[in-house]
């Protein structure tokens, strides 16, 4: 005995742990086989040897020792078949050492390590394994990591997703998509597929698809198409096993019921649902701004909010969480007034009810009452998402039919039907979804209420109760239901057993079938993997490594089993099928088995040389091999064992050339010789022949191997293996060159054994996508190839490849171009083979097979009563004919052509139009077996042309041309023989279809069967219609032509007539001269044409008559050509339209007239000169569908023709009536959709419609609104909404008045509520033409219940607006109609009460004062409710301008939140939307801003404030009513405070206060002094204070405003004030004294102006303000103003106070100031005889500053407007002009105004010296007139005026008399001549005149000595700093004379005395004014 045997003996003695573990290999390998024997014959699993021997195994496995470990596996497999559950204990570090130790070992020990989990899963130890399985992927080994992937799919596979779970494999699989070994990657894709099998298809996209890359998402869509059926476990775990009393024959007996059962158990356990991990959405919901959005006014805002839950909720699973508030706020969205917003939380519940499952059973049952109740709403969108939120409130298990009973109950009994029956059909689907014992509970609950429900009036209800019933019987059978239906009645009782049986009936057929089906599909594939094949790779999942493909060859083709027997090929099928798993895959074998399996083959010494690190030894040894492979006789035998030899040695990987090229010589000697190689043998040397070919030195050996290769198993095979490992290779050559020799391929083999789909994928996703060139061109080149075999038709498949690629292909056709059948220069050997020929036509192209789309659904849809549903099955057809590239298989079409026959006979036209072009199209890609499939339907084709629209025969003779396309004209001519005699085609549709045929056979000849059309030609020669007969005889002639001589003689027998003379002539003349020649007859111009035709193709005929469609179909490229050719031009052509004289030639009309012929000619030739060809053509069609052509055209271009399309727009909208007053609905449809994209295109650049425009479309629009089709009528109502917001609501009103006039009906119902929409929306705008309501008012009594009704809901709007207003505007009504008003506005108030909107005309009255409130267009669009805001309110009358300040493009902000406004336009936002309190907000916001820019140095942030000061100031006059109002119901005065200081504020910058426009000046100034007026301010909150507020803000109004505004302002407001613009009624006051106070108070502040005239004289524009004086008296008239002048008017006084004070201070200068005033006028203006008349006066009392001729007080102005002066000389009027100057300048007042006028002088005359004038003045006097002109330069380079310069120094007070009276003696001529001759004249002498000036200046000082009554005077002082112009001793005095506390109110002239002053004035004029 050996030492090594007595260690072996000793060994056996130790314990197992010292045997297992000792240091000698053999003694631990003796172990470990004896531990196997042991644990073999071990039969319980309790035995004690079990739990002994457990803890062994962990050290075991991990044995270094290759040998060792295998046994120790082998150990540890027998023990673990003898163990139960209870070893799983040891599993965690068994599991861990195997997984470290041995799957990255021998293929033998891999696949025992994955023995060994499996039976650990086996002992359910799942969770370790899965442990163990996440640290393997892990592995940085990629040679470890495929086999722990390969366990987890057997585990999946075998034992099924109930003990694997899904979920933990999903978590692992998304790093392994990216992982870099791509065994990995195509392991981890086959791990994919397994699970889709086990738990879908779309949970496994959902969770794992956004996790990989685009690329392995493509590969992984490819192969989920192959994964069908349902999977199930063909494993079970131990104690299951344990379980079953029989062995595995008697489980397979008793297999189907579990199977079955665990099928329909599966899908809840695998649900989705569980496998997605849970999703927090409270947090990001809190972060979302979701609680504020709910809470906004403004529904948009409430919308989107919710719309952020809907989404957030959207996930599969939402994370439990407290959703009680959320449910509270859903509860009440529900019921919001937006349906948009209701529908958005709609949905939003059922999100959540989805995602949360049970958690939302609580919540559930908290909204469903609410939900039931709102099934009343009768929108669509809403009624939807009500239903499907409540079925998915109980799919997803929140509510059950226990929990609803009394919500049910409560719904049934709901006043509204739509309610009860909808409740009810929710129980039907509750009760069909839930299972039987939960029906069997709650049934005796149901019954009763469907009883209940079957006596309803409703006839819905009675179905739905009926419906539930149904359901509850085919739940649970009838037993429940037979005591209540035995109280029915017999009707009832019979139907309710119809619809019991019915659905009973439908649903066991439906489910059975379904069950058939899935076993069917499910079954076969469970035993064909199983028989055949066990998967134990992921990797084989994939169709490319797939071992077995029976399985899935024989699902997919199923349905092409009929076309593979007609074949023939049947058996090689099958045999084929059978064979593919052993000969494509090779397996495994390692170089020992290699040469074992040898044996005396090769030499042995051959071999070793091949292992030779020698180049040349391995060189020498494959020669000696090469020659020993010659030499094998019986070589079939031995190939594979060959092939493997020289893959393996020297293998692919060889380095030496020579060694390489002698390699494939032998494996090209191998493929040559044997009489079958085996696919598996390609498979081997495949990936390294096609390396080689990218070798430049072994590519001719490579590529002729490849040949030989194709030679013995087919190209076909070869081609699908290349495709991947060109694809996927590293080596670009690779790809190239593999290509290049696809390209010999196809020449030598042709396309008959290729699959062309396949091939032409390739070379469009792979070679023409390469980025290398040469892989392009090689690609290109084999594409041409393609196009020798297969033909243009391959053109088709490669429509969407780049343009440059087309035409590189497109030159590659000509140089290979189409040769018809070809014959391959090379055969392949293998028979089999010849079975992959793909599914194509005679060109080799492949069809496909769409049998499976043809589904029933489709087919039954074609047959559906609604005509949209039968048009989308229609376009479906088409859809799968492109996706198909238009070739298809015939086979699964009969029932198609059936359902299209069926079509042919629409009702709806456009639907068989639409079903024609679908025959045709099914019929080019279905080719020759068309003839065959169709069944006919050509004879019912044929039918169409009977049809007497030419639209319909064109299209039917379309299709007979996509017909002879497909199939020869023989095949055609038994139906056409049949169609021409049938009598109802009538003679329009036979003469086409002759002149089809005449057509058709002119290029024929030879044709016998032409004699069959000889019969009905004759018989058309005697019809009626001389059409048909021209037409019959030309087609006669080329009967005769076509079909022979020989072949019509024979068929002459029944020939009679006109025929039978025509066709003996033409015999007798080709009898004669054997040349075809024209007939005599009157087709003779027809004829030789189509006889010279026929000569010349009878001449040359080669081709077939296949080509001859082609030719039919060259005039539609043609014309496409041209179409393309004139789309380069532009779409309209705007160079020459003249737009103005187009629409001078429009009559405007609001009554709508139906256009001329003349009109019509007239558009057509305006749209054939400005639109473009293609264009017009289509527009102008009489085809609607060109017309919607066009108008797509036109939609698709409107972007960018937005300026060229307002040129043509009246062209446009001419055509748009022209189609109103056409019938075709689909063009005016599309029509309606055009235009307010239109609309909006021309709002957004700024276009409103002209009113030429709207004069030629508005009349058609409004007259055409009463459309007989509801959608129609809706689109123009939203139309016409549109308009008025685009165009105008005043300017709209007046058509729509017009519609109310109309004869239709539905058009004044139409018109009456676009009144109301008006009132509501826009009745600010048209609050002057409320008159219009007389005309709704007396539809009233329209017989018409409709009108009626409409009316009466017009009037109500009417009321909510204006209150009891309206009466004033409904005109006389009788009693009926004034009772049925009074009952509508009753209910209308008790509507408002409940919506909580006031009382009527609450709304107005709050806002009638806010002259440009534009809150009607705001709270359209904005959706707000609120009181403050909510309806558009009647505004107070804007006397002056009308225009609103407030932008309706600008949608209003959120109204203010807690935070407050964040900018400028957010806060005026608010101020002009917010309520007073919400306002104050955006106020503090203005001041700050406002307070920024006044200490900003540079001015830049004034600039921007400058240009927002109007709208700034507009809102806030239109919220001091607003704020007054809210404080006068007993509120803080808060807001008003505000609103003032805001005011004051503004007023006190001047740039501000000037920037501010005259209308917002006239609102403001009017709510200013109204309030002051107002009795209630003084007894408000802060009473005193805000009345001296507003006190002192009207006087920094009038301090800093523009001047000339505020003049024209005030002089406007003289007029009396309309009543509706005061604050409140007045109490006991009648508004004539209201009038007089508030005049008062305007005529104090134009004195306030007037007063400082002087020095502002030039601020303001003169001629406005002569002007509205102007129009001010003529207003009044000659006759008013000397009643007024007789009663001491004061507003007339003052403005001819103004007018006085203006004359004085520019003389007859001021005639030039008269440019707005029509001077021209009869009789003449009453304001030339007031200037003049103060001319004289002031001329006569020496008043006026110059004593020149015409008393002219300014130079510049005198030589325009005096003629006189053009007698003087120009020095005497110089000199004249400057004594006036410096007589200014030497007055302490005039100063200022001196110097500027004396600088306009040097201006304009810089020659003059001036200084000469001033020689006898002093120094200083000349030096102030020095400084004081340079500083006048340097104001006037600084744009400033002399009222806004600094207050020059006053002149030297001792300089002033001497000054003036020495120019005066220089200057002026001797004065008291003049004035005594004007004073004798006028009766006046000087002491009169100077006793008036001492009395008005004593006047003045009365006035400014004190106030009686400072407190109730409204006017406080002006501010220091208005009069500039006052010199400083003057201000000084001004203050010292107003020194009392209060700043007391100081009129400038007491009243009497400006009264008698004036009266004075008048009597001026008479010469008789008495001594002072």
């Not at 020990?109 to 892990?138: G, N, P, R, S, Y």
């Not at 019986?634 to 040695?649: G, P």
């Amino acid at each position: 005995m050996s030492e090594e045997e007595k260690l072996l003996k000793e060994a056996k003695k130790l314990p197992w742990e010292d045997r297992l573990l000792h240091k000698n290999w053999k003694v631990r390998n003796e172990a470990n086989i004896d531990l196997a024997a042991l644990c073999d014959s071990i039969t319980d699993p309790k035995d004690n040897r079990i739990r002994e021997l457990g803890p062994l195994f962990k050290k075991t496995v991990a044995d270094s020792n290759a040998p060792v470990q295998d046994k120790a596996l082998d150990a540890l497999i027998a023990y673990l078949k003898a163990a139960d559950a209870d070893a799983g204990r040891y599993a965690k570090e068994v599991c861990d050492a195997i997984a470290a130790k041995c799957l990255a070992g021998r293929p033998k020990t891999v696949e025992k390590a994955q023995a060994v989990f499996m039976l650990w899963v086996e002992l359910e130890a799942v969770d370790v394994f899965l442990d163990v399985m996440e640290k393997a992927i892990k592995n940085k080994v990629a040679k470890a990591v495929v086999p722990a992937i390969d366990v987890m799919f057997q585990a999946l596979s075998e034992f099924g997703a109930k003990i694997i779970p899904p979920k933990r494999i999903l978590k692992m699989l998304p790093e392994l998509f990216d992982h870099q070994d791509q065994n990995v990657r195509a392991s981890s894709k086959g791990l994919t597929l397994e699970l889709c099998r086990w738990i879908g298809k779309d949970p496994v996209k959902t969770i794992l698809f956004e996790k990989m890359r685009d690329t392995m998402k493509k590969e992984l869509e490819a192969e989920l198409v192959n994964v069908s059926g349902t999977a199930r476990p063909t494993r079970k775990i131990r104690a299951e096993q344990d379980k079953e009393l029989g062995q595995e024959l008697i489980s397979e007996d008793v297999g189907p019921g579990p199977s079955e059962e665990s099928t329909a158990d599966v899908p809840p356990e695998i649900d989705e649902y569980e496998l997605i991990d849970p999703v927090d959405i409270l947090t990001p919901l809190e972060k979302s701004g979701f609680w504020e959005g709910v809470k906004a006014t403004k529904w948009s805002e409430r919308k989107d909010a919710v719309a952020e839950l809907t989404k957030l909720a959207s996930t599969k699973r939402i994370a439990p969480g407290d959703f009680t508030e959320v449910c509270r706020t859903l509860k009440k969205l529900i019921m919001d007034v937006n349906i948009a917003v209701a529908v958005e939380a709609i949905q939003a519940i059922g999100n959540l009810a989805r995602g949360l499952r049970t958690h939302f059973s609580g919540s559930s049952r908290f909204l469903l009452p609410v939900l039931l109740e709102k099934l009343k709403e009768k929108k669509p969108t809403v009624a939807e998402s009500l239903t499907q939120t409540l079925q998915a409130m109980h799919k997803a298990g929140c509510l059950n039919l226990v929990d609803v009973v009394e919500d049910v109950k409560t719904s049934v009994k709901n006043k509204v039907p739509l309610v009860r029956s909808l409740t009810l059909n929710w129980v039907t689907f509750c009760i069909e979804t839930s299972s039987k014992a939960a029906v069997l509970k709650v049934h005796k609950d149901y019954v009763p209420i469907c009883m209940e429900c079957l006596n309803d009036g409703t006839p819905e209800v009675r179905d739905a109760a009926f419906s539930v019933l149904a359901a509850i019987a085919k739940s649970v059978g009838m037993r429940p239901l037979e005591r209540s239906i035995e109280k029915l009645d017999d009707v009832r009782r019979n139907k309710l057993s119809e619809m019991i049986v019915g659905s009973g009936g439908d649903v066991a057929t439906g489910t059975s079938s379904a069950r058939v089906q899935t076993s069917g599909g499910s079954a076969p594939s469970v035993e064909a993997s199983e028989s055949s094949f066990v998967r134990k790779s992921a990797a084989s999942m994939l169709s490319g490594k797939r071992p077995v493909s029976a399985a899935p060859a024989c699902k997919k083709g199923r349905p092409v089993k009929p076309s593979a027997k007609k074949d023939g090929s049947g058996k090689q099928e099958t045999s084929k099928l059978t064979e593919a798993p052993e000969d494509v895959e090779p397996s495994e074998m390692s170089l020992e088995e290699i040469e074992s399996r040898l044996g005396s083959l090769m030499p042995a010494d051959t071999v070793g040389q091949l292992k030779s690190a020698v180049w040349k030894e391995r060189l020498e040894a494959i020669s000696s091999l090469r020659q020993q492979v010659e030499a094998v006789q019986n070589l079939d035998q031995s190939v594979e064992i060959l092939v493997r030899l020289v893959c393996m040695l020297p293998g692919w990987s060889e380095k030496n050339v020579q060694v390489q090229q002698q390699v494939i010589e032998v494996i090209n000697y191998l493929a040559a010789t044997a009489t079958k190689f085996p696919k598996k043998c390609v498979v081997l040397c495949l990936l390294g022949i096609s390396e080689r070919v990218a070798d430049i030195k072994t590519r001719a050996h490579a590529m002729k191997c490849l040949t030989t290769f194709s030679e013995a198993v087919g190209p076909g095979f070869i081609f699908e293996r290349l495709y991947k490992i060109m694809k996927d290779h590293k080596n670009p050559k690779v790809l190239s060159e593999g290509i290049l020799w696809m390209v010999s391929a196809v020449e030598d083999f042709g396309v008959s054994l290729l699959k062309l789909k396949d091939l032409i994928d390739f070379c469009k996703d792979t070679g023409l996508q390469s980025s290398a060139a040469a892989t392009r061109n090689a690609t290109i080149k084999l594409l041409g190839a393609l196009h020798k075999f297969v033909g243009p038709d391959i053109k088709g498949f490669l429509a969407d490849v780049k343009p440059a690629l087309l035409s590189a292909l497109d030159t590659e056709y000509e140089k290979n171009p189409f040769e018809g059948t070809v014959v391959p220069k090379k055969t392949v050997r293998a028979s089999e083979s010849t079975s992959s020929v793909s599914s194509g036509g005679s060109d080799g192209l492949p069809r496909e097979d769409i049998s499976g789309k043809i589904t029933p659904t489709l087919v039954k849809s074609l047959e559906s009563p609604d005509w949209k549903v039968r048009l989308e099955s229609i376009e479906a057809v088409n859809k799968i004919l492109e996706e198909a590239n238009k070739r298809i298989q015939p086979a699964g079409t009969g029932e198609l052509f059936g359902g299209l026959r069926g079509r042919l006979y629409d009702s709806n036209k456009n639907l068989v139009m639409a079903t024609l072009t679908t025959l045709g199209a099914v019929a080019s890609a279905m080719g020759p077996a068309v003839e065959k499939s169709s069944k006919g339907v050509l004879s019912d084709i044929l039918k169409c042309l009977g049809d007497n629209k030419k639209h319909m025969r064109e299209c039917t003779l379309t299709v007979l041309d996509a017909w002879l396309a497909a199939v020869h004209l023989d095949k055609m001519v038994p139906y056409v023989t049949t169609a021409l005699t049938d009598a109802k085609l009538g003679a329009e549709g036979r003469k086409d279809l002759f002149d089809w045929l005449s057509k058709q056979l002119t290029g024929l000849s030879g044709f016998p069967d032409a004699a069959h059309l000889l019969k009905p030609a004759s018989i058309a020669m005697t019809d009626k219609s001389s059409d048909v007969r021209k037409a019959a005889e030309a087609c006669i002639v080329e009967i005769l032509r076509a079909g022979g001589q020989e072949t019509i003689e024979k068929n002459l027998k029944d020939i009679q007539g006109p025929a039978l003379a025509l066709i003996l002539e033409r015999i007798k003349l080709n009898g004669a001269s054997q040349v075809s020649m024209g007939p005599t007859s009157k087709s003779s111009s027809k004829v030789p044409k189509s006889t010279s035709n026929g000569v010349s193709k009878h001449g040359n005929r080669a081709i077939s008559s296949r080509v001859i469609p082609t030719k039919g179909a060259r005039p539609e490229s043609i014309t496409s050509v041209q179409d393309f050719a004139v789309q380069s031009q532009a779409l309209l052509n705007v160079k020459d339209s003249n737009k103005e004289d187009r629409e001078r030639m429009v009559v405007r009309r609001f009554k709508f007239e139906e256009p001329r012929i003349e009109q019509i000619q007239e558009l057509e030739n305006d749209m054939m000169k400005y639109f473009r060809e293609d264009l017009h053509r289509r527009l102008l069609s009489t085809d609607f569908k060109k017309q919607v052509d066009g108008l797509e055209m036109l939609q698709k271009a409107l972007p960018s023709i937005r300026k060229d399309i307002i040129e043509v727009l009246d062209i446009l909208l001419r055509w748009f009536v022209l189609q109103f007053c056409k019938s075709n609905t689909t063009c005016l449809l599309k029509v309606l959709e055009f235009l307010p994209e239109l609309f909006d295109t021309l709002r957004d650049v700024g276009y409103s419609l002209t009113e030429s425009e709207a004069a030629v479309f508005l009349p058609c629009l409004v007259e055409k609104s009463g459309h007989n089709i509801e959608k129609v009528r809706e689109k123009m109502r939203e139309l016409t909404k549109q308009i008025v917001n685009f165009y105008s609501a005043t300017k709209t009103l007046p058509y729509i008045l017009e519609g109310l006039r109309s004869k239709n009906n539905r058009t004044r119902i139409e018109c009456v509520d676009l009144v109301g929409f008006l009132i509501d929306h826009h009745g600010a705008e048209i609050s002057g033409q409320l008159k219009s309501l007389q005309i709704v008012a007396s539809l009233t009594a329209e017989r018409d219940g409709e009108i009626r009704k409409a009316a009466l809901n017009t009037l109500a709007t009417g009321y909510k607006i204006l209150g009891e207003d309206i009466w004033r505007y409904v005109g006389k009504l009788t009693d009926a109609q004034k009772s049925m008003l009074d009952d509508r506005f009753k209910w209308k108030v008790r509507e408002m009460e409940k919506k909580k909107e006031g009382k009527p005309g609450e709304a107005r009255a709050a806002l009638r004062r806010s002259v440009r409130e534009n809150g009607s267009d705001i709270a359209e669009q904005s959706g707000d409710v609120s009181q403050s805001v909510s309806g558009p309110t009647l505004m107070r009358r804007n006397y002056g301008h009308s225009e609103l300040h407030v932008e309706r493009s600008i949608m209003p902000r959120a109204l203010a939140s807690v935070s407050g406004p964040t900018d400028w336009n957010e806060a005026l936002d608010i101020i002009s939307f917010g309520s007073p309190e919400q306002s104050v907000e955006g106020m503090k916001v203005v001041c700050h801003e406002l307070a920024q820019a006044t200490n900003d140095p540079e001015g830049i942030v004034m600039d921007e404030l400058v240009k927002d000061a109007d709208r700034l100031v507009s809102c806030l006059a239109n919220k001091v009513a607003k704020t007054f109002d809210f404080s006068l119901t007993g509120a803080s005065s808060r807001s008003c405070k505000y609103v003032l200081n805001t005011l004051m504020q503004t007023f006190q910058n001047k740039r501000l206060a000037y920037a501010v426009q005259e209308s917002t000046l006239d609102s403001l100034i009017t709510e200013l002094l109204l309030w002051l007026l107002d009795e209630r301010v003084p007894h408000m909150d802060d009473g005193s204070q805000l009345l001296k507020a507003l006190n002192v803000l009207m006087l920094k109004i009038l301090d800093n405003a523009d001047r000339t505004s505020s003049f024209v302002v005030l002089i406007n407001l003289l007029r009396p004030l309309d009543p509706s613009r005061w604050p409140s009624p007045a109490s006991n006051e009648s508004f004539a004294a209201r009038n007089q106070r508030f005049s008062d108070l305007v005529v104090k502040c134009l004195i306030k102006l007037t007063k400082v005239l002087q020095s502002t004289i030039y601020d303001v524009d003169l001629d406005r303000i002569l002007q509205s004086i102007h129009v001010y008296l003529q207003e009044l008239g000659m006759e008013e103003i000397r009643r007024r002048a007789g009663a001491d008017d004061k507003p007339l006084r003052m403005v001819k106070t103004v007018l006085h004070e203006l004359v004085k201070l520019r003389g007859a200068a001021i005639k030039g100031h008269l440019s707005m005033v029509p001077i021209d006028m009869k009789p003449q203006p009453i304001i030339l005889a007031y200037i003049d008349l103060n001319l004289e006066t002031l001329a006569a009392a020496r008043m006026l500053t110059s004593t020149g001729p015409g008393g002219q007080t300014h130079w510049g102005d005198s030589a325009a407007n005096n003629p006189t002066s053009a007698t003087n000389s120009a020095d005497a009027q110089l000199k004249q002009e400057l004594a006036a100057i410096f007589k200014k300048i030497g007055d302490k007042q005039t100063c200022t105004i001196g110097l500027y006028e004396l600088y306009r002088i040097t201006q304009l005359y810089p020659k003059v010296d001036i200084f000469a004038q001033l020689q006898n003045a002093s120094e200083a006097f000349r030096t102030y007139i020095r400084d004081g002109l340079a500083q006048m330069e340097k104001n006037a380079a600084a744009g400033r005026t002399p009222s806004s310069v600094p207050m020059a120094t006053p002149p030297p007070a001792a300089l002033d008399n001497r000054i003036g009276g020495a120019i005066a003696s220089k200057v002026l001529p001797p004065e008291n001549s003049l004035s005594d001759q004007r004073n004798e004249r006028f009766g006046v002498t000087s002491g009169t005149l100077d006793a008036i000036r001492e009395r008005m200046k004593s006047m003045q000082l009365a006035a400014a000595a004190g106030n009686p009554d400072p407190g109730n005077r409204p006017l406080i002082n002006m501010n220091d700093n208005v009069n500039n112009g006052l010199s400083s001793q003057s201000r000084s005095s001004d203050r010292a004379s107003v020194e009392n506390p209060a700043q007391g109110s100081v009129l400038p002239m007491d009243e009497k005395a400006l009264s008698g002053l004036q009266a004075r004035m008048e009597r001026l004029k008479s010469g008789t004014i008495e001594p002072l």
